[in-house]
């Protein structure tokens, strides 16, 4: 039973569009969502993360939004530029070591100039 | 400025061969893990650390072995090597809590084929 799920295996967007990749998860014990960003040939960058106690963190062009009744996350990249063109990973925490952190199959984001 | 660092980047083994993948980080992090990416997936958790000398099972624990001898050091041994095995490895280390889950950096990873 997969316990985070990224159900968008790519998603294409123009460049200066709004890019939305979403992430839904099963275990209601998850306390802390991050998301990562990656690149081919490289390890996975952190990129936003959210603490169960909020409903949206921001930083920048990123923006997480998190329902926690629909057990549902998403980030919103505005606007989208080509370098995002990455895969990007949700991942999810149920204690206080991000190191324990499952992670969803990730989305591949292209952003077309 | 380092940061987490994989060795070998690349490897192809025989099935049954034994080896070690070497991970090390210079961030002063307390805690470390590894884990695997097969294509078309997320990253697995397979052994973890919170400080030198305590490690823990993660998702996918069998046929490898850690140990953390040294806050720097978080080695991988794959005990027999199995087809199975081959996959992308990728080792990470963070601080622990600082009043929120702090987020993990991540090495280049190790690209592994056993044959």
């Known amino acids: 039973d997969q316990q985070v799920k990224q159900n968008s295996p790519s998603l294409s967007v123009q460049e200066g569009r709004i890019s939305i990749l979403n992430c839904d998860y099963t275990?209601?014990?998850?306390?802390?969502f991050l998301w990562y960003k990656k690149y081919p040939a490289e390890g996975p960058t952190f990129l936003i993360s959210?603490?169960?106690?909020?409903d949206k963190n921001e930083d920048g062009r990123f923006t997480v939004f998190l329902n926690k009744s629909a057990k549902h996350l998403s980030l919103h990249i505005v606007p989208s530029q080509p370098g995002d063109s990455a895969v990007y990973f949700c991942?999810?925490?149920?204690?206080?070591?991000?190191?324990?952190?499952?992670f969803g199959d990730g989305t591949t984001l292209t952003v077309k100039p | 400025n380092a940061g987490v660092t994989q060795t070998p980047k690349f490897q192809v083994l025989k099935t049954g061969q034994s080896m070690t993948l070497q991970c090390a980080q210079d961030?002063?992090?307390?805690?470390m893990s590894w884990y695997r990416q097969d294509p078309g997936m997320g990253l697995r958790l397979i052994h973890y650390?919170?400080?030198?000398?305590?490690?823990d099972q993660g998702e996918v624990p069998n046929g490898y072995n850690v140990s953390r001898s040294t806050t720097e050091d978080f080695p991988l041994r794959l005990l027999s090597a199995a087809p199975s095995q081959t996959s992308v490895y990728f080792c990470?280390?963070?601080?622990?809590?600082?009043?929120?889950?702090?987020?993990?950096?991540f090495g280049d990873g190790t690209r592994l084929s056993i044959l």
């Open positions: 959210i603490s169960s106690i909020k």
């Open positions: 650390s919170v400080g030198a000398g305590i490690t």
């Open positions: 991942a999810a925490s149920g204690d206080t070591n991000a190191g324990k952190s499952t």
């Open positions: 275990n209601s014990m998850f306390d802390y």
């Open positions: 990470a280390s963070s601080y622990s809590w600082r009043g929120k889950a702090q987020p993990q950096h």
């Open positions: 961030m002063n992090h307390e805690y």
